[in-house]
Nanobody, 124 residues
Framework: QVQLVESGGRLVQAGASLRLSCAAS??????MGWFRQAPGKEREFVAA????????DYADSVKGRFTISRDNAKKTVYLQMNSLKPEDTAVYYC???????????????????WGQGTQVTVSS
């Protein structure tokens, strides 16, 4: 079992930077991902990191602005968000794939564990 707890979300102005953290307990060496859900919209893929940490994938909307990383010693995955825009406003969720799943995925159904989410609000 893996438990995930996100933190770091808050209200910021457009152009600001923010770092989200996802603290994991239990086994933590599978692929990890970040997703987000804006009000009235479906949850969407943001970024993913392979179990090895060598491969990443980003949604086009955040590519070049967001960076996903992990610290295995701290069992924590991060999402560094720069140049934030009002359209980045959403609840951000951390997710982990199953034990044998080391590759990245953009599909929510490929992730077995989810955090409770953290709210990011970007004002214009």
């Amino acid at each position: 079992q893996v438990q995930l707890v996100e933190s770091g979300g808050r209200l910021v102005q457009a152009g600001a930077s923010l770092r989200l953290s996802c603290a994991a307990s239990g086994r933590t060496f599978s692929a990890m991902g970040w997703f987000r859900q804006a009000p009235g919209k479906e949850r969407e893929f943001v970024a993913a990191l392979s179990g090895s940490g060598y491969s990443t994938d980003y949604a086009d909307s955040v590519k070049g602005r967001f960076t996903i990383s992990r610290d295995n010693a701290k069992k924590t995955v991060y999402l560094q968000m720069n140049s934030l825009k009002p359209e980045d406003t959403a609840v951000y969720y951390c997710a982990a794939r199953g034990a044998a799943s080391m590759s990245t995925s953009r599909m929510m159904g490929r992730y077995d564990y989810w955090g409770q989410g953290t709210q990011v609000t970007v004002s214009s």
